[in-house]
């Protein structure tokens, strides 16, 4: 099972450096994707953040928005059962194995516990530290360069 960090979905709403690579891998793997409550949450944050800071307009959130519930009735994504219990249980040892060390955030180490719960074996991350946290966690990760 592949896992997106909510920085990878972003790039394939909204044009940025890599979003034609992690668009068209993912073609390639043509696998349904894990969607958490979690991911929805900060997916919508960040396209309202982009909508608030003027990189996108209203418009265009509302086509993103739009765009990316679609594509989850479509099926490109499913909502596994997510044991939340378990998913702390792995953010609690997460971020004391490692914070102390790293510098983890919260939310990264959730998306990492998240796909240890749900028995993934690919991590996809923009973010360096957090795929750092997801490699000592025992998690394939997927990277994209220039």
Do not use: C
């Not at 994707?33 to 900060?42: D, K, N, Q, W």
């Not at 596994?80 to 490692?98: C, E, G, I, V």
């Not at 998240?114 to 996809?124: P, Q, R, V």
């Amino acid at each position: 099972m592949i896992y997106l960090d909510t920085s990878a979905i972003i790039k394939l709403y909204v044009k940025e450096a890599f979003s034609l690579d992690i668009s068209k891998w993912l073609r390639n793997n043509n696998e349904a994707l894990p969607l958490t409550s979690f991911h929805y949450l900060e997916f919508m944050n960040a396209v309202k953040l982009k909508e608030f800071r003027k990189e996108i307009s209203s418009d265009e959130a509302e086509i993103i928005i739009s765009k990316f519930d679609t594509h989850e009735a479509k099926g490109i994504y499913y909502r596994p059962p997510l044991d939340w219990a378990s998913m702390f249980k792995f953010a609690h040892d997460l971020s004391k194995k490692h914070t102390a060390n790293m510098g983890s955030r919260s939310l990264d180490i959730m998306h990492v516990a998240s796909a240890l719960s749900l028995k993934a074996d690919t991590f996809l991350t923009f973010d360096d530290k957090q795929s750092r946290l997801a490699s000592l966690a025992g998690l394939r990760i997927k990277k994209f360069t220039e």
